[in-house]
């Protein structure tokens, strides 16, 4: 895009993080979203000792931890889209997702013990939130939270609030696949996923939207000929399964859409697809065998590469 002054690329929250400003805006601006994102990061790792993730974690079956607010909020909200899913988004799957998240790193699979004694230390129903006392309280000794699956998309959301306060007219965000155009209309990539990373199979037309991909295709390996990767049914306990490579999600909250399209990895598209009507969400949909399907309100903006 013409006249880009600034771009802002930095780790954390487990990815790359992009901010693309363009136009006139405080020199500040960038630095000031960072800052923030850094400071999520922070509260949001589960690999940093001392943030709300690891003493929920660490306490669980114990005692309930004191959180900060951001964490209580993103607590909340990940709850309720958990039950919205039937449980297919559960942030209480942290003990499954580790234990996935380790075989992809050494490329072993787990046994068959393990994942059934990981699957049983799910459950929405024990995290429990104490808004008066700022808590929360996993209730089982093991249990643990991973907010892996929605906290790009708050950071997302929040990232784009304080653009708004600096008045910021025409930016991207882009945090790990998570993205969002602020202002004019831009081009967004979709991963293509038989490609390596960068190549994408089809581009949207967006403006003033959050466009978040989730996909099976991502961090992964084979065994025996199969398939395992990092988005976990929790009702099983293994890698999900539901005949979808990646799902798109278009709309207006980053952090919905995150919790929608990691959920809706899980309940397939038949599934997922009433849960997005409802919210006026639209979707791109490709499945195992390569086969892109997208909702009306995307045609005439989706545009699918020859390549
Ligand atoms: P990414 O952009 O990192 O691929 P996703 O939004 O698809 O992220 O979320 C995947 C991450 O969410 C996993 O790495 C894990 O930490 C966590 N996770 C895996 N399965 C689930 C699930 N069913 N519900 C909630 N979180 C999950
Ligand atoms: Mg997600």
């Known amino acids: 895009m013409r006249g880009k002054v600034l771009q802002k690329i930095f780790p954390a929250l487990g990815t790359v993080n992009t901010i693309a400003l363009y136009g006139s805006f405080a020199p500040e601006t960038a630095e000031q979203v960072k800052k923030r ?73 787990p046994s068959e013990p393990d994942i059934s004694g990981c699957r049983s230390l799910g459950g929405l129903a024990d995290l429990i939130l104490d808004k008066a006392d700022g808590t929360a309280f996993l209730r089982r000794n093991g249990q643990q939270v991973d907010l892996g699956g929605i906290a790009k998309g708050y950071a997302a959301d929040e990232a784009v609030r304080i653009l708004k306060k600096h008045k910021v007219r025409n930016a991207l965000i882009n945090f790990g696949g998570t993205v969002i155009v602020v202002g004019r209309e831009q081009k967004i990539g979709i991963q293509n996923p038989f490609q390596k990373s960068g190549v994408s199979m089809a581009d949207i037309m967006v403006k003033n939207k959050a466009v978040v991909t989730s996909g099976s295709y991502e961090r992964g390996f084979f065994f025996e000929g199969v398939r395992y990767h990092h988005i976990i049914d929790p009702r099983t306990g293994w890698p999900a399964d539901s005949g979808l490579l990646s799902v798109t999600l278009v709309g207006d909250s980053a952090m919905e859409l995150d919790a929608l399209a990691t959920g809706i990895c899980v309940l397939g598209e038949k599934n997922g697809l009433p849960l997005l009507e409802k919210r006026g969400i639209e979707a791109v949909f490709i499945s195992n065998d390569g086969e892109v399907k997208i909702t009306h309100g995307l045609q005439g903006k989706f545009f699918l590469r020859s390549n």
Do not use: C
């Not at 234990?99 to 790193?105: E, G, N, S, T």
């Open 37 to 109: 994102v850094l400071d999520l990061h922070r509260r949001f790792s589960l690999f940093e000792q001392g943030s709300d993730i690891s003493r929920i974690n660490e306490q669980a079956g114990i005692k309930p931890a004191p959180v900060h607010q951001d964490t209580f909020f993103v607590l909340f909200h990940a709850l309720a889209y958990g039950r919205e899913t039937q449980g297919a988004f559960d942030i209480t799957s942290g003990a499954a997702s580790r234990l996935w998240r380790d075989a992809v790193r050494s490329a072993k699979m």
